[in-house]
T-cell receptor, first 114, second 112 residues
Framework: NAGVTQTPKFQVLKTGQSMTLQCAQDMNHEYMSWYRQDPGMGLRLIHYSVGAGITDQGEVPNGYNVSRSTTEDFPLRLLSAAPSQTSVYFC?????????????FGQGTRLTVV | GENVEQHPSTLSVQEGDSAVIKCTYSDSASNYFPWYKQELGKGPQLIIDIRSNVGEKKDQRIAVTLNKTAKHFSLHITETQPEDSAVYFC???????????FGTGTRLKVLA
């Protein structure tokens, strides 16, 4: 049981480049989400999905796109990278929309935009 | 909007002493309060949680208390050990919603 798998672990991008951060979970969780972690600011929600074909914005969605074509995968796309997107990104998944269940996090992707 | 404040941002304790981290939430409809531990280079992991119908919950050396009237909840770690050194995050979730609102984190250092 792999849990939540994120790739890559590290990435350096030039300003203006695009890329996709991958996230996959093998626990058949309905709910998946992307967070960014910045010093002193905790974990801020970028986008989330309550099931295949359904996505919604979190508190910091600008500059990012997501899609959810399958239950397992929830990729995060940076359309045109900016230095302000330098951060550590975490994907998380859990059971049951709206219910109080444990969120499982991936190991994170450290992104640097130069 | 919803907000969770967490204090302190850093905390140093001697091995064997207790550590307390406090969070305050703004949405009175919040009903689930998990605590996550993040070790260096890893993703956060759930260590304990509490629901709004309970005032206190313990699991070995860790405990969480909830004061719904004051909208406060706290993490207590007793007999701290070096392996407790990590960043701890509190969070709050409102019934019927999908999102967790996280605090800004506390870096705990346990000094041997």
């Amino acid at each position: 049981n792999a849990g939540v798998t994120q790739t890559p672990k590290f990435q350096v991008l030039k300003t203006g480049q695009s890329m996709t951060l991958q996230c996959a979970q093998d626990m058949n969780h309905e709910y998946m989400s992307w967070y960014r972690q910045d010093p002193g600011m905790g974990l801020r929600l970028i986008h989330y999905s309550v099931g295949a074909g359904i996505t919604d914005q979190g508190e910091v969605p600008n500059g990012y796109n997501v899609s959810r074509s399958t239950t397992e995968d929830f990729p995060l796309r940076l359309l045109s990278a900016a230095p302000s997107q330098t951060s550590v990104y975490f994907c998380a998944s859990r059971y049951d929309q709206g219910k109080n269940t444990e969120a499982f996090f991936g190991q994170g992707t450290r992104l640097t935009v130069v | 909007g919803e907000n969770v404040e967490q204090h302190p941002s850093t905390l140093s304790v001697q091995e064997g002493d207790s550590a307390v981290i406090k969070c305050t939430y703004s949405d009175s409809a919040s009903n689930y309060f998990p605590w996550y531990k993040q070790e260096l280079g890893k993703g956060p992991q759930l260590i304990i949680d509490i629901r709004s119908n309970v005032g206190e919950k313990k699991d070995q050396r860790i405990a969480v208390t909830l004061n719904k009237t004051a909208k406060h909840f706290s993490l207590h770690i007793t007999e701290t050990q070096p392996e407790d050194s990590a960043v701890y995050f509190c969070a709050a979730k409102t019934s019927g919603t999908y999102k967790y609102i996280f605090g800004t984190g506390t870096r705990l250092k346990v000094l041997a």
